[in-house]
């Protein structure tokens, strides 16, 4: 049992590190950079996002942990679906350096593209091992649709502004 809750653990906080890497490595950027950008009215306040990123970040580690458990870890049927998760994790946690660190609101906006396919694949593969585990993403698939959207719209409001 104490294995168990260390396994879950694991899975759960492994998200947020690189979240909370790719805060402290661009967090000057939102203050010198980002706050004069011109954005979209319905752009929810900045208060929301830490909440609903540890939410996020939360949920999609213990769903990859349900799917580690069902699936027979890396070597059995959960092998491809928690790949696609790592490399849906790294696409996340790219997305932020891109946008804050080096201001290409345009590539940002294609890797959201690409994050939304791979969650979407995820999804799919995770669904024949643990159908929870496929829930738990939706609200994440949402969340992206959403951010996709937002950060679509940043980039043609500032499409021919010149970076500071």
Not at 148 to 156: A, E, N
Request: aromatic share 16%; net charge positive.
């Amino acid at each position: 049992m104490p294995g168990q809750w260390l396994a879950i653990g694991a899975a759960v906080v492994t998200p947020h590190i690189g979240g909370l890497l790719g805060t402290l490595l661009t967090r000057k950027e939102i203050p010198r950079w980002y706050k004069d950008l011109p954005k979209p009215s319905w752009r929810p306040p900045s208060s929301i996002f830490m909440p609903v990123w540890t939410t996020l970040y939360s949920t999609m580690g213990y769903a990859s942990y349900l799917i580690w458990r069902d699936g027979g870890g890396f070597h059995g049927t959960a092998k491809l679906p928690l790949m696609l998760y790592g490399s849906q994790l790294a696409l996340n946690w790219l997305w932020t350096p891109i946008f804050f660190g080096g201001h290409k609101l345009g590539l940002a906006t294609a890797e959201m593209g690409l994050l939304w396919l791979n969650i979407a694949a995820c999804i799919y593969k995770f669904w024949p091992i643990n159908r929870r585990a496929s829930y738990l993403l939706l609200p994440y698939l949402a969340w992206i649709s959403f951010a996709s959207l937002l950060t679509f719209k940043i980039w043609r409001m500032n499409k021919n502004r010149k970076s500071k």
